[in-house]
């Protein structure tokens, strides 16, 4: 396989797509040769103007997390940050300032909303931040792509008695850093999802791809948001690659973020059983062909199984590139 394509979120997207390329480039991913080309496609609907700033939380964990510059310990944003913008904000009590913006990541942001402003679309101003970011570590290797160049944001219904109408909506980082998913989000809306189109390279990236992988990132707003741009999911569903995902949910419950939440939003269990049914198999209406859960949910395969899906159950924690890269292999073995 020379060309591999990923539907990414924020961090545990780009935490598996450091194994896979380490795996990839040491050369222990059967099948997949060790120049390969790798291309992400990231989630933009956590996309949010701050501060008179355009902030694309996943693309930019994914870029850090490849070229080597994000807080592992935080799990977001730059290494060696410092805050002084943000205390400054604070002191003069601007709104908005639970968002947290480092010195060194507001860069990254002033240089995104400059080009934009510019005229130049999202696609192209993530292109040239990748010039820094994944070219030196990469090469051509490694591609960046948002899903779309249009503004789409998600939005979270949560209850509010002091509403009127006993609900209120807020943006999703509202929800994840503010109130820290800490009330039931009872719908996930998509603004602007009907009118966006994907953005250039999204289609053929999938179409092309001799393997689509989806990570174990949120199935609702991650990943569910990529599916949602007109015109993707049909493309995973009638690409001629294998399409294999992975479980972020390990023994009913999620790693890491909010997922629970999310999946309650729309009805569905917080189980790798009930994530791999809810993306279902290409054989039937759904969007994968594989799906790999952790080898404490192994009592899920026979229903998987039953339902038209390769699965397998192999240890699922993302320990670190070496355990990683060997859950990539996993993956791209169960549909190869
Ligand atoms: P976000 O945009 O930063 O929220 O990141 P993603 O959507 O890409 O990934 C979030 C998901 O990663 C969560 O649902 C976690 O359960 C999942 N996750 C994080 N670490 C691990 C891990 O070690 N193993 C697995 N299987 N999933 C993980
Ligand atoms: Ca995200």
């Not at 390969?36 to 850090?64: E, R």
């Not at 070219?135 to 591609?143: E, I, K, L, N, S």
């Not at 397998?312 to 890269?325: K, Q």
Request: net charge negative; with cysteine.
């Amino acid at each position: 396989m020379k060309q591999i394509t990923v539907l990414s979120g924020g961090h545990g997207g780009a935490r598996f797509l450091s194994g896979l390329i380490h795996g990839i480039r040491r050369g222990t991913v059967p099948g997949v040769d060790t120049d390969a080309q790798v291309t992400v496609i990231a989630n933009t609907a956590d996309d949010l103007w701050m501060h008179g700033l355009k902030i694309s939380p996943d693309l930019d964990t994914v870029m850090y997390t490849l070229g080597g510059g994000l807080d592992h310990e935080r799990g977001w944003g730059r290494t060696q940050e410092t805050w002084s913008i943000k205390e400054e904000l604070e002191t003069y009590q601007v709104p908005g300032v639970w968002f947290g913006l480092g010195d060194r990541d507001i860069a990254t942001h002033l240089v995104r909303t400059q080009m934009l402003e510019a005229g130049y679309p999202l696609s192209q101003v993530t292109e040239a931040l990748c010039r820094r970011w994944l070219r030196p570590a990469h090469g051509d290797g490694v591609r960046l792509i948002p899903m779309s160049d249009d503004r789409v944001e998600t939005h979270v219904v949560i209850a509010d008695d002091d509403e009127p109408s006993g609900r209120r909506t807020v943006h999703f980082q509202e929800y994840w850093v503010r109130l820290r998913a800490g009330v039931p989000a009872e719908m996930v809306l998509v603004v602007g999802m009907e009118q966006a189109q994907p953005a250039p390279g999204v289609i053929e990236a999938i179409t092309e791809a001799d393997l689509v992988i989806l990570p174990p990132s949120n199935p609702v707003v991650s990943v569910g948001t990529i599916l949602s741009v007109p015109g993707v999911r049909a493309a995973i569903r009638s690409t001629s690659a294998p399409v294999v995902g992975i479980s972020p949910i390990i023994g009913g419950h999620h790693v890491r973020g909010m997922a629970e939440q999310m999946l309650a939003s729309i009805g569905v269990a917080s189980t790798a059983e009930a994530v791999g049914l809810h993306y279902g198999a290409r054989s039937g209406v759904g969007v994968v062909d594989g799906w790999l859960v952790d080898e404490s949910d192994s009592a899920a395969l026979p229903a998987l199984e039953g339902a038209g899906l390769r699965a397998a159950a192999v240890p699922l924690w993302m320990r670190d590139e070496e355990t990683t890269s060997a859950i990539a292999a996993a993956a791209i073995a169960l549909v190869s």
